[in-house]
């Protein structure tokens, strides 16, 4: 991947931010003397200080003002008070070109840029481009999957610099604003159903005679086995689906049960709900 030359911030040094950071020095997209971590827990500045060797404090708005790139990493119910103590402070200046990318679920462009945009003369706001990211948990094994969307400042470049960021965790798509909450259902909460789907697979394993650590080994590899023959194959889920389903076979009896109970359309209607709910949460 390409490297780039320009400090990186992380407002927020949770797990996201430190998948992020252990993965851009991973991919040698940052060196470690570039990258820099606020929060205010000192024992995750400290621990993110030990193991990457990249540059802590507690000050939010000292990393912002030395950074060319802010990452916002922090929980939706704490952003308003950080974003506010930054542009609220004496000293908050936007001399040159800075990217502002925001993974806090739930939070639109619109509020972020009325706390950042508030005090600055058009000119400033020109050269501070927001982007709004809905990654996954999965990020955290470098498999993410992340949706994004930028605001009208955001140039061409600053784009590139972003999706190189992203794909250090994984994948990434471009989308309009409007579409994030859908994403948010699908991907973002996504990993949940799998879980889910997961959890049920293994107790029914336990049910019909299994030991639970052979259920659970048998239920993960089976998963990943699907996912690797998806990713692989130019089929559709269905098409391999009914591959596996042979008539008059177990497999049909497993999915007269799964029909029966609607099981698809209530994964569908937990989607829509999802989505639903996510457009609550940002209004």
Do not use: W
């Amino acid at each position: 991947m390409s490297k780039i030359n320009k400090k990186i911030a992380f407002i927020g040094a949770g797990n996201m931010g430190e998948a992020f950071v252990g993965a851009l020095i991973q991919t040698g997209i940052f060196s470690p003397s570039m990258i820099y971590a606020s929060d205010i827990s000192e024992k995750r500045l400290d621990i993110l200080n030990k193991t990457y060797g990249i540059s802590v404090m507690q000050n939010n708005f000292k990393v912002f003002s030395e950074c060319e790139i802010i990452v916002i990493a922090v929980k939706p119910q704490h952003i308003y008070q950080i974003l506010s103590q930054i542009s609220e402070h004496e000293g908050y200046r936007i001399p040159n070109r800075k990217i502002v990318i925001s993974i806090a679920a739930g939070i639109p462009l619109r509020k972020i840029e009325a706390l950042l945009y508030n005090s600055l003369d058009n000119d400033s706001i020109e050269k501070l481009p927001i982007i709004r990211v809905m990654p996954n948990t999965p990020a955290l094994v470098l498999a993410g999957m992340s949706g994004m969307s930028a605001n009208k400042y955001t140039k061409a470049e600053d784009l590139n610099t972003i999706k190189i960021i992203l794909e250090a965790i994984g994948k990434v798509i471009e989308f309009q604003e409007e579409d994030l909450d859908a994403v948010t259902a699908l991907s973002g909460s996504g990993p949940a159903y799998v879980f889910y789907i997961a959890e049920a697979m293994i107790e029914g394993g336990i049910k019909v005679g299994l030991k639970p650590d052979k259920a659970a080994m048998l239920t993960v590899a089976t998963i990943q086995g699907a996912l690797k023959l998806m990713e692989e194959s130019n089929e559709s889920p269905e098409i391999l689906r009914r591959k596996v389903t042979s008539p008059g076979g177990t497999t049909e009896a497993a999915f007269k049960v799964l029909e029966k109970n609607r099981v698809k359309q209530n994964v569908i209607e937990a989607i829509k709900a999802a989505t639903i709910r996510s457009k609550e949460l940002s209004r």
